[in-house]
């Protein structure tokens, strides 16, 4: 595919597995910005205030986002927690919830509340095999237990290998890869363990991060060759890579007004997610890490919708196209509320990217 040159593109709906949707006021302003970027599926991150840990909350969580859009189909998760027992696992089956989200405690947003002892849950875990629930991992260590020149998503490799080992069956996601060493343990284990990669850790790396509080988010992009590393996973068109953007909005003056470096974690991609994937290829292919030729309509498919529908599960698209054509048009420095109350800051303000319509 001349992805440089081409001025329009027809692709299936993306299917966006990480996402958070927030409360109030910003949910309403975020919600509607899902389809705006092309997508019409979501896996919704449970880290609100209070987290999601009872099968009550989350669908009531689910029925405040069906009440904002009906064009979007809402995968839900609990917030692993003690209180989510094997009995809290059936429940959840029966009321279709999809998976577990697992934070390692005060990693990030809104993560006090999470795991400080994964073994505590394995009781949890074979629950959750036996009855399919997915398993979706924040895959990193706190500071202190990482081991020096290590990142904290290396650190935590081990434990992907040992939870794999112990419940083969059971599917697992390691959230937004960060990594080359994330690549290869993903594509170590067996079927069942799957991961997402955002749109932001592909073009972003830890100089971006240091510096700039709209690409401050965690995991924390790394080095130029790990960002590579998941460019090359994208257009190797294996299944086990699919879009989960962790697009994860702020209120702009808290992105602003924060001193250097104390800007709450998260970038902010929804309204552009396909967007911007397709220009880091872009930006990938000027810098030689990939050829033209190795994006193709089948890999962008693959990695946008199909691998991560079937990951979970879901039919492997949703029968709906998004048309993207070349005209100009540049992402805007935000989005806002009507009474403009509300307003988040979009990453990568001012690129000029594919104008992106529905069929």
Same mark, same amino acid.
Request: glycine share 6%.
């Given at each position: 595919?001349?992805?440089?040159?081409?001025?329009?593109?027809? +692709?299936?709906? &993306?299917?966006?597995? !990480?996402?958070?949707?927030?409360?109030?006021?910003?949910?309403? #302003?975020?919600?509607?910005?899902?389809?705006?970027?092309?997508? /019409?599926?979501? *896996?919704?991150?449970?880290?609100?205030?209070?987290?999601?840990?009872?099968? @009550?909350?989350?669908?009531?969580?689910?029925?405040? +986002?069906?009440?904002?859009?009906?064009?979007?189909?809402?995968?839900?998760?609990?917030?692993?927690?003690?209180?989510?027992?094997?009995?809290?696992?059936? $429940?959840?089956?029966?009321?279709?919830?999809?998976?577990?989200?697992?934070?390692?405690?005060?990693?990030?947003?809104?993560?006090?509340?999470?795991?400080?002892? #994964? $073994?505590? *849950?394995?009781?949890? *875990?074979?629950?959750?095999?036996?009855?399919?629930?997915?398993?979706?991992?924040?895959?990193?260590?706190?500071?202190?237990?990482?081991?020096?020149?290590?990142?904290? $998503?290396?650190?935590? #490799?081990?434990? #992907?290998?040992?939870? !794999?080992?112990? %419940?083969?069956?059971?599917?697992?996601?390691? @959230?937004?890869?960060?990594?080359?060493?994330?690549?290869?343990?993903?594509?170590?284990?067996?079927?069942?363990?799957?991961?997402?990669?955002?749109?932001? !850790?592909?073009?972003?790396?830890? /100089?971006?991060?240091?510096?700039?509080? %709209?690409?401050?988010?965690?995991?924390?992009?790394?080095?130029?060759? /790990?960002? /590579?590393?998941?460019?090359?996973? =994208?257009?190797?068109?294996?299944?086990?890579?699919?879009?989960?953007?962790?697009?994860?909005?702020?209120?702009?003056?808290?992105?602003?007004?924060?001193?250097?470096?104390?800007?709450?974690?998260?970038? *902010?991609?929804?309204? %552009? &997610?396909?967007?911007?994937?397709?220009?880091?290829? @872009?930006?990938?292919?000027?810098? $030689?890490?990939?050829?033209?030729?190795?994006?193709?309509?089948?890999?962008?498919?693959?990695?946008?919708?199909?691998?991560?529908?079937?990951?979970?599960?879901?039919?492997?698209?949703?029968?709906?196209?998004?048309?993207?054509?070349?005209?100009?048009?540049? =992402?805007?420095?935000?989005?806002?509320?009507?009474?403009?109350?509300? @307003?988040?800051?979009?990453?990568?303000?001012?690129?000029?990217?594919?104008?992106?319509?529905?069929?």
């Amino acid at each position: 595919m001349q992805l440089k040159s081409i001025k329009r593109l027809e +692709l299936q709906a &993306a299917a966006d597995m !990480h996402v958070h949707l927030r409360q109030g006021e910003l949910m309403e #302003l975020v919600v509607p910005t899902i389809a705006q970027g092309g997508v /019409d599926t979501v *896996f919704v991150m449970p880290n609100l205030i209070p987290p999601l840990t009872t099968v @009550e909350q989350v669908l009531e969580y689910r029925s405040k +986002l069906q009440a904002i859009t009906k064009d979007v189909h809402f995968q839900m998760s609990l917030f692993l927690h003690p209180s989510v027992t094997p009995e809290v696992v059936v $429940e959840a089956t029966k009321a279709g919830i999809t998976g577990v989200k697992m934070y390692p405690q005060g990693v990030t947003t809104n993560s006090d509340s999470g795991v400080s002892n #994964l $073994e505590s *849950f394995y009781a949890t *875990f074979a629950a959750m095999e036996e009855h399919g629930l997915v398993l979706n991992l924040h895959g990193e260590v706190l500071e202190l237990l990482a081991p020096p020149g290590t990142t904290l $998503e290396e650190a935590f #490799l081990p434990t #992907l290998k040992t939870l !794999h080992e112990r %419940f083969p069956k059971l599917r697992i996601v390691l @959230e937004h890869c960060t990594t080359a060493a994330a690549v290869e343990a993903v594509r170590a284990c067996g079927p069942t363990v799957g991961a997402t990669i955002t749109a932001h !850790h592909l073009y972003l790396t830890s /100089d971006d991060a240091c510096c700039d509080p %709209f690409a401050f988010c965690k995991p924390i992009p790394k080095k130029p060759t /790990d960002r /590579d590393a998941l460019v090359k996973a =994208i257009v190797s068109g294996d299944s086990k890579f699919f879009l989960g953007t962790d697009s994860a909005p702020h209120p702009l003056k808290s992105k602003t007004s924060a001193a250097e470096g104390k800007a709450p974690a998260g970038v *902010f991609t929804q309204p %552009f &997610a396909v967007q911007l994937v397709l220009l880091a290829l @872009e930006e990938a292919i000027d810098r $030689e890490v990939i050829t033209e030729a190795d994006v193709t309509q089948e890999k962008l498919e693959g990695f946008l919708s199909r691998f991560g529908r079937r990951f979970y599960k879901l039919p492997e698209t949703s029968g709906k196209k998004i048309v993207l054509e070349r005209k100009g048009e540049k =992402i805007p420095a935000s989005v806002r509320s009507e009474d403009g109350s509300v @307003e988040v800051g979009i990453s990568k303000a001012g690129a000029e990217v594919f104008s992106l319509s529905w069929k």
